[in-house]
T-cell receptor, first 114, second 111 residues
Framework: EAGVTQFPSHSVIEKGQTVTLRCDPI?????LYWYRRVMGKEIKFLLH????????ESGMPNNRFLAERTGGTYSTLKVQPAELEDSGVYFC????????????FGPGTRLTVT | GQSLEQPSEVTAVEGAIVQINCTYQ??????LSWYQQHDGGAPTFLSY????GLEETGRFSSFLSRSDSYGYLLLQELQMKDSASYFC????????????FGKGTTLSVSS
């Protein structure tokens, strides 16, 4: 079974540009999460999808971040326009529908905004 | 709000035993989890405690005391490959909801 995959693995962009991160969860996992780890700090929750619906987006820092999960499969996280403080590692995780206390994480996308 | 405290760094030698503590403050409690992350890799699930007591999985064990809002991860017979960051995490609600992480403990194992 394939794990959670994320693309790209690294992205370096200039302040003001747009970047779109992609996450492919484990097949059949209804729950999809986005997290972010800024250098030296904890992994922080951004957003939770159940299938194609946003269950909880309380962690999204501001309206420059837009997440979608069309069709309830893969998800994208777009940052527009990017700011310096958006630099960090963006993780995606997925879990099955019910009884899931384990989340399966992808390897992350390292975003550097210069 | 919810917060978790864990030491930032721990060092040990091969073959030793190390304990990584985690204290938490939560508005509701739905279990304490531990994740391991090697440099540049994905956080991977190690263990989960919903009830008080010790859960053992091979060389790793995890303990929870709900009355003390405290847990720990115990790593035995340390190996070099155990060098990684270890995160404790609590859930924000029932199964399937978001995880709230501590800042992580960097474990360095030397020979």
């Amino acid at each position: 079974e394939a794990g959670v995959t994320q693309f790209p693995s690294h992205s370096v962009i200039e302040k003001g540009q747009t970047v779109t991160l992609r996450c492919d969860p484990i097949s059949g996992h209804d729950n999809l999460y986005w997290y972010r780890r800024v250098m030296g700090k904890e992994i922080k929750f951004l957003l939770h999808f159940v299938k194609e619906s946003k269950q909880d987006e309380s962690g999204m820092p501001n309206n420059r971040f837009l997440a979608e999960r069309t069709g309830g499969t893969y998800s994208t996280l777009k940052v527009q326009p990017a700011e310096l403080e958006d630099s960090g590692v963006y993780f995606c995780a997925s879990s099955p529908q019910t009884g899931a206390h384990e989340q399966y994480f992808g390897p992350g996308t390292r975003l550097t905004v210069t | 709000g919810q917060s978790l405290e864990q030491p930032s760094e721990v060092t040990a030698v091969e073959g030793a035993i190390v304990q990584i503590n985690c204290t938490y403050q939560t508005s509701g409690f739905y279990g304490l989890s531990w994740y391991q992350q090697h440099d540049g890799g994905a956080p991977t699930f190690l263990s989960y405690n919903a009830l008080d007591g010790l859960e053992e999985t091979g060389r790793f064990s995890s303990f929870l005391s709900r009355s003390d809002s405290y847990g720990y991860l115990l790593l035995q017979e340390l190996q070099m490959k155990d060098s990684a960051s270890y995160f404790c995490a609590v859930r924000d609600g029932q199964a399937g909801t978001a995880l709230i992480f501590g800042k992580g403990t960097t474990l360095s194992v030397s020979s």
